[in-house]
């Protein structure tokens, strides 16, 4: 069983930074791919980005690419979103997820076995 955490979310002005975390427990991350995805009000939960533990792959949404950087590090069992030139239309909450299933289906929410709580990040205007 995994358990992710993530932390960093906050109030943030546009063209602002922030970089979110997700640690993980119970077993270590490696193996998996780790997705981050958004869900903003009144809208359906949607893919942000993703990482191949193993193979280092990377994959953004349109929306995120060249802003939204996704990261992991080994030793701490972690994952990171690292969001510069945030805009309003970035706010939501952001979940870390993990999934023990092949690359290909990254994007997809039911290819995720495990999901964090979740972390409120607001963009004002």
């Known amino acids: 069983q995994v358990q992710l955490v993530e932390s960093g979310g906050g109030l943030v002005q546009a063209g602002g930074s922030l970089r979110l975390s997700c640690a993980g427990s119970?077993?270590?991350?490696?193996?998996?791919?780790m997705g981050w995805f958004r869900q903003a009000p009144g809208k359906e939960r949607e893919f942000v980005a993703a990482?191949?533990?193993?193979?280092?792959?990377?994959d953004y949404a349109n929306s995120v690419k060249d802003r939204f950087f996704i990261s992991k590090d080994s030793a701490k069992n972690s994952v990171y979103l690292q969001m510069n030139s945030l805009e309003p239309e970035d706010t939501a909450v952001y979940y870390c997820?993990?999934?023990?299933?092949?690359?290909?289906?990254?994007?997809?929410?039911?290819?995720?076995?495990?999901w964090g709580q979740g972390t409120q990040v607001t963009v004002s205007s």
């Open positions: 990482i191949s533990w193993t193979f280092g792959f990377v």
């Open positions: 119970g077993r270590t991350l490696s193996g998996y791919v």
């Open positions: 997820s993990a999934s023990s299933k092949a690359w290909y289906g990254a994007r997809n929410i039911p290819w995720y076995d495990y």
